[in-house]
Structures are given as structure tokens and as C-alpha cells.
């Protein structure tokens, strides 16, 4: 088995998702927690500054005492800059999710693990992630065919940090709506695989403000923002924090990607990959897990500079020998 000496970068819902998933690795030591703020406790003890990953004055102390970072930050503001930091130090995972900026991001971190010499996974999760993994699985064995991608109905994590750092927000939460007629035409093999996101999901927002911001001001904010909202219909809720509390905790989601594919006329054939979440972040969580033991092995062997799932043998995911593997799963 691996042994591998993991840190949380980020002690958010999805820093205490990883949390929770290493508790289930057999082979993956909690090194410590990482954070920017200050006298924050976690399960393990007291979290350490986040500067001692990134800053080269300050790291010195955990150099050869931790294996793989994961990084728990958000796509919108924290994983652009904070990745190459960590990566010009240490290896590192992280859930990078903004589709359209995933090129420029591997080049950025690719740039940094390659001068130092570290191994990078980035946008790992469920989407892109696991789903990324279902798309190239299907296409590659049904080339004829045409795919849809649905997500939701869902809290999402990477949404629900954008509006976040809207000036004037308070708190918010962000569900992904599929449309229910559309999905239901892409399971029947209805669909051409031509649909854009936006023309198979709505969004709703709730809102929690800071005293004296303008909603008008802050929904405009919302509902324009490249990448997250622009492409889409989106509902903006202004709420109270009481309700905010009552309502709003949940972070269920899932979602699909179907393809239908023919190999001769008339001959057609369907994948269906589900997932149902309780837990967003405990899931992406147990995905980046997963990802970093491959990160840790992949470094022994010889491995640098970024990657994606894509990259990754399958086995070296798994805490198990390639041999039980063979005898148990194949
Ligand atoms: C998140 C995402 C999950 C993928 C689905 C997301 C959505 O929770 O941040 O629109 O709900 N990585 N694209």
C-alpha cells in the first residue's frame, strides 16, 4: 500500500469533505490543515497559515513532510493563483471547475510543477472529473454517437462561491436546475448533442445581504457574470439570514451524462452514468482523495508537471495492489 502524507489547503465544506475522506484511506496520513484565517480548530488540532505552502520564506518547514496538497479553494478566485504556488513547492490536486478556463489554468500549473519538479492533478472531482472520465469513455467506444451532460438538481459548490464574492453579499447558495423535458428527450436518445449548458439547465440563487447593498445592484452583478451565470436563465432570491439557516444547508446534488451511439444501421446502443449526492463537497472530497494517492505514486515513478484524470491509470486510484485489483474487480 501507499503510504502518503496528504494537506488540506482550504478548511471550507470542501477542505472538511477531504477531511472526511481521508478518515476512510487506509494509506493517506492527515498532515495538517491549511488556512488563510487565523485560530481556525479542525479534528486534528489547530490549522497552520496557508503562506507556509506558498510562500518560498515560509515553506522550508514542510519540505520532505508532506506528499501531496490537496487544494480546496475556489475556481473563481483561488485555484488560478494558488495552484502554481503550491506546485512551485509541493505536489498538489485541485478541483479547478470553470470548463472555458481549464486550457489556461493547466498551462499556468503546468509551467510551475515542471521548474520545480512536482506533479500536479488539476480539475479533478465529479464534474469535470469523473463525468470528464464518462464522456472520453463513451466516445472513444461509441465514435458514431452524440453525448448530453445534465447537472443537478443540485447545490453547486463552484456557483455558490461566485456569488459569494459579490460585494454585498453576505451569504448565498446556488441549486443548478435541469430542465426536466430536455433531460428526459436526451435519456430517450432525442437530443443531438448540440445542446448548450444554458439551454439545459436554469439557476436559482438565494441571497443573504450585507446591511445597506443595493439588490438590484447585486442581482445585475449575478446574473451577468461570464463563465457562471451569463450563459444562462437565472432567478435571484433575496432572503433572511433566518431562512438562509432553515432553508439552505443541504448540499445534495448528481447529475448524468448519457450518450447514444450506433455501430451499424440500425443498431444503437445507450450509457447512462448517474450519480445521486448527499453530500457535494464529501463527494468531490472523496474524488480528490482518490487523486492525490495516484498524485503521491505517480511522483515516485518519475512523474512532473500537470495533469488531469485523463492522465491517470485507474489502478493508481485504488488502495489496493494492481494484482488484487485483477483478482477482485476485473
Ligand atoms: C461544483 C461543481 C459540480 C459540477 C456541477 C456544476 C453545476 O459543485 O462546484 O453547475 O451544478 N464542480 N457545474
Redesign the pocket.
Known sequence: MTHARIAINGYGNLGRGVEQALSLAPDLELVGVFTRREGVMTASGPAFPAAELTDPQLRDRWTGKIDVVINCGG?KSDLDTQTPLVASGFNVVD?F?THARIPAHFEQVDDAARAAGTLALISA?????L?SLQRLLAEAVLPAGHAETF??P????????AVRRVPGVKNAV?Y?VPKEQVRAAALAGQTEGQLS?GDK?R?IVYVVLESGADPEAVRQAIVTMPNYFAEYETEVHVISEEEFAAEHTGMA?G?DVIRHGTTSPGTSHALHFNLALDS?PEF?GSVLVACARAVARMHARGERGAVTLFDVPPALLHPASAAQLRADLL
Open positions: 475556481s478541483s471547475d472531482g465529479w464534474d469535470p472529473g463525468f447537472w443537478g443540485g447545490l453547486s459548490q463552484g456557483h455558490s462561491d446556488q443548478t449548458a439547465h439557476r446534488h447529475g457535494n468531490t
